[in-house]
């Protein structure tokens, strides 16, 4: 497992490194074994729901090691001095003016945007599907998502559906919802709302961090719990999962998963490829889930959301 998970790491490790390895969509895991890996070894499966998968820990904090790093370009940390829960995310005041596909919602009151990160047609709970002919917004799916993933692959399904890739300007407004708060669900980072590598941590009755209170805590993939106790950190298996599991993902428009679980891409009509959102395994959620955090540097998860405009 240990193999696996550094061969994920050197496939998109950027210096300084601000995410660990993706499990791609490329290698599939069984109950104890690992099988069907592609050519392109950088490339894996990322196991998707199978948490009978056991992780080592330690192995993963020895890839890790000084490369959990934070950007220099990446905005600050501090958030707005209210800090925000999700139960402060706001409502839609405007919302049903715009005539918006079923599966999409209205932004206020001036696009429409994926209720869900985009998946493939034939895409299910266990897999992302082979149907590569246009995206759609569905729940309890897991989204279209590569390492090799472009704009123009994702623009091309978004169009083919009848809609197109969102603009960072749409895609930041609909993460911050109507109470314009720095993550969908609020002001303060939370590691469990929303799927990302703090999710996981070993918090549970037998396991590492059994007695740690509070548990999950920010950084528990990665830093040892608050007063340097040990172990030295409580990270744990971190995968993909479905559109929509994390149900307090969200945010007054409606538009869920748009912190975590995959890096979404936008088109900002220049040359560069932007990724928002973070994704599952950011070693570094509390920033790069930001909605202003702005990834022009290619991180692994990468995956996307249609925006359109009303009818």
Known sequence: ??????????????PPSTLVGDAGTDARVGDAALADARADASLLYDAALD??????????DAA???NITRDASAPGDAGPDDAGTASDAGTASDAGTLSCPADMVE????????RYEASRPDASATSSGADSSYAVSQVGVLPWYSYSLTRTEADNACVAAGKRLCTPAEWVQGCQGPAQTVYSYGNTYDPVTCNGIDSYCYCGAGQACENVTPCPYPH??????????????CGAFFHVTPTGAHANCTNGWGLYDM???????????????HFRGGAYNCSDSELLH????????????????????PL
């Open 1 to 14: 497992m240990v193999w696996l998970i550094a061969l994920g790491l050197a496939a998109c490790q950027r």
């Open 51 to 60: 948490a009978t998968v056991p992780s080592d820990a330690s192995g993963l």
């Open 64 to 66: 890790l090691d000084a």
């Open 107 to 114: 932004v206020n009151g001036t696009f429409c945007m994926d």
């Open 220 to 233: 528990c993939f990665n830093q040892p719990p608050p007063g340097g106790a040990p172990p030295a950190s």
């Open 259 to 273: 912190n975590g679980n995959v890096w979404e891409v936008v088109n900002a009509g220049d040359s560069l490829q």
């Open 290 to 309: 930001r909605c202003d955090y702005d990834a022009t540097w290619g991180p692994s998860a990468k995956g996307f959301r249609c925006c359109r405009d």
